[in-house]
């Protein structure tokens, strides 16, 4: 079964960086994009970036453009969001997506929280 495994999170400072995994497997991996979601509390779920499957092509939310770096290594099943230059609006928890064969599935999240 498609199972979704994010890892990385944690507190870190304003302007800091973190580094969120996303270990996938029961699925071929290397012919879907996969996508890196979050929600704040009281906050509806929102898009932050997507890769496309062979890693090429990326798209990222207009407010965290130019700081966080999706990626993925195929030949490890793995997708990854480098965070830099972290806000504390940035605080949430992140989720990794896969829409395989017309179902989204979801990792458990990882928390990510930005804060002096």
């Known amino acids: 079964q498609v199972q979704l495994v994010e890892s990385g999170g944690g507190l870190v400072q304003p302007g800091g960086s973190l580094r969120l995994s996303c270990a996938a497997s029961?699925?071929?991996?290397?012919?879907?994009?996969m996508k890196w979601y979050r929600q704040a509390p009281g906050k509806e779920r929102e898009l932050v970036a997507t890769i496309n499957s062979p890693g090429r092509s990326t798209s990222y939310a207009t407010s965290v453009k130019g700081r966080f770096a999706i990626s993925r290594d195929n030949t490890k099943n793995t997708m990854y969001l480098q965070m830099n230059s972290l806000k504390p609006e940035d605080t949430a928890v992140y989720y990794c997506?896969?829409?395989?064969?017309?179902?989204?599935?979801w990792g458990q999240g990882t928390q990510v929280s930005v804060s002096s």
């Open positions: 029961g699925f071929a991996f290397n012919m879907y994009a």
């Open positions: 997506n896969a829409r395989v064969v017309g179902v989204d599935y």
